[in-house]
């Protein structure tokens, strides 16, 4: 049974950075794409990024493309995504998950960008 949980998260102000993490189990990480999505208040899940089984390719939505990194380290069945240069639009909560739609994902972490 897939099983993921989300943690980094908080309150940063404009510009800032934060490292969210994605500790997975119950399936076999490293055969596995993951993604991360995220949902602001008052709207749909939005996919942000996409890294491949090996951690050698990544994906990005447009508003986040040199801002954000995603990493994965398979030995520690974690995922990870590096968050700088925050904007109070990337305030939402964050999940990975195991497809693009998000129907296998974890709790989520709350992100809350403001002065």
């Known amino acids: 049974q897939v099983h993921l949980v989300e943690s980094g998260g908080g309150l940063v102000q404009p510009g800032g950075s934060l490292r969210l993490s994605c500790a997975a189990s119950?399936?076999?990480?490293?055969?596995?794409?993951m993604y991360w999505l995220r949902q602001a208040p008052g709207e749909g899940l939005q996919w942000v990024s996409a890294?491949?089984?090996?951690?050698?390719?990544?994906y990005y939505v447009d508003s986040v493309k040199g801002r954000f990194t995603a990493s994965r380290d398979n030995a520690k069945n974690t995922l990870y995504l590096q968050m700088n240069s925050l904007k109070s639009e990337d305030t939402a909560v964050y999940y990975c998950?195991?497809?693009?739609?998000?129907?296998?994902r974890g709790q989520g972490t709350q992100v809350t960008v403001s002065s």
């Open positions: 998950a195991t497809d693009v739609g998000g129907n296998e």
């Open positions: 119950g399936f076999t990480f490293s055969s596995r794409w």
């Open positions: 890294i491949d089984r090996e951690g050698t390719n990544t």
